[in-house]
């Protein structure tokens, strides 16, 4: 059973490279990946493209919507690594830890850049740009 359909950009290296470690630990096939550049988000039409573009958006079993970190924390933890980002739900560190990720959300392609030397990727492959 699907527990969580995790919206992401495909464009993004590192997002793709999470994606893929997620389905890759994701054993018990709990959660469904859609880039949002693909013809399968055409199937989500309650999921507005424009602000799943600014931050990563998710639905649960229920069909209650999940942002950024929220996400994060909830496919790992579905996976058993959900520890990695409990601290960045707490509430001491809750609001930097959103803060500091609308920044890397928004840089996301430069970020990808300086850690991987990929800027965007294209049909599952990245490349210098």
């Known amino acids: 059973m699907i527990k969580l359909t995790v ?3 495909g464009t993004c290296p590192l ?15 709990q959660i469904k990946t859609i880039d949002i550049y693909s013809e399968a988000f055409n199937d989500y039409p ?10 990563l958006h998710a639905l649960n079993e229920k069909g209650e919507l999940l942002l950024g970190l929220d996400v994060t924390h909830r496919a790992w933890q ?10 960045l739900r707490w509430r001491i560190f809750k609001p930097a830890a959103d803060w500091l990720y609308l920044k890397f959300a928004n840089n996301r392609y430069r970020i990808s ?12 492959v990245c490349s210098r740009k």
């Not at 490279?17 to 890759?24: C, F, T, V, Y």
């Not at 579905?78 to 601290?87: E, S």
């Open 7 to 9: 919206f992401y950009d």
């Open 46 to 55: 309650q999921i507005d493209p424009k602000h799943a573009n600014t931050i």
């Open 113 to 124: 850049y300086w850690l991987t030397g990929n800027s965007r990727c294209s049909n599952g």
């Open 15 to 29: 997002c793709a490279k999470e994606m893929d470690a997620l389905k890759l630990r994701d054993t018990r096939q």
């Open 78 to 87: 579905l996976v058993g690594r959900g520890w990695l980002y409990a601290p």
